[in-house]
Nanobody, 126 residues
Framework: VQLVESGGGSVQTRGALRLSCVVT????????VGWFRQAPGKEREGVAA????????YYLDSVEGRFTTSQENAKSTVYLQMNNLKPEDTAVYYC?????????????????????WGQGTQVTVS
């Protein structure tokens, strides 16, 4: 299983970015893709997730209404659209995957439930 992220960058407050995560290696769509972030000096936190088989989603309260995760099956890609960005959204963002639906149904998301991770991409909001 491999996850490759792209799309980070620097934006101004209230700007937008879209992160992409290409997931390869799973034989079917019954897996959860989570989005995590880690700001300097803080613990990693889960901000969103999508269960590929039925597109059910999860959002951290602080990003709900601003962030949207979606998928494009033909490209094996999951997206995180981030709108109305705030300086406190500055962090390294990671996508991660876990076989089955369980990881997507835990509130809040737990790092330990995900066993495949992307390389991370920096998002800076100023």
């Amino acid at each position: 299983v491999q996850l490759v992220e792209s799309g980070g960058g620097s934006v101004q407050t209230r700007g937008a970015l879209r992160l992409s995560c290409v997931v390869t290696g799973y034989p079917y769509s019954g897996y959860c893709v989570g989005w995590f972030r880690q700001a300097p000096g803080k613990e990693r936190e889960g901000v969103a997730a999508i269960y590929r088989a039925d597109s059910t989603t999860y959002y951290l309260d602080s990003v709900e209404g601003r962030f949207t995760t979606s998928q494009e099956n033909a490209k094996s890609t999951v997206y995180l659209q981030m709108n109305n960005l705030k300086p406190e959204d500055t962090a390294v963002y990671y996508c991660a995957a876990s076989l089955g639906a369980g990881a997507c149904h835990t509130n809040p998301l737990r790092e330990a439930d995900f066993n495949n991770w992307g390389q991370g991409t920096q998002v800076t909001v100023s």
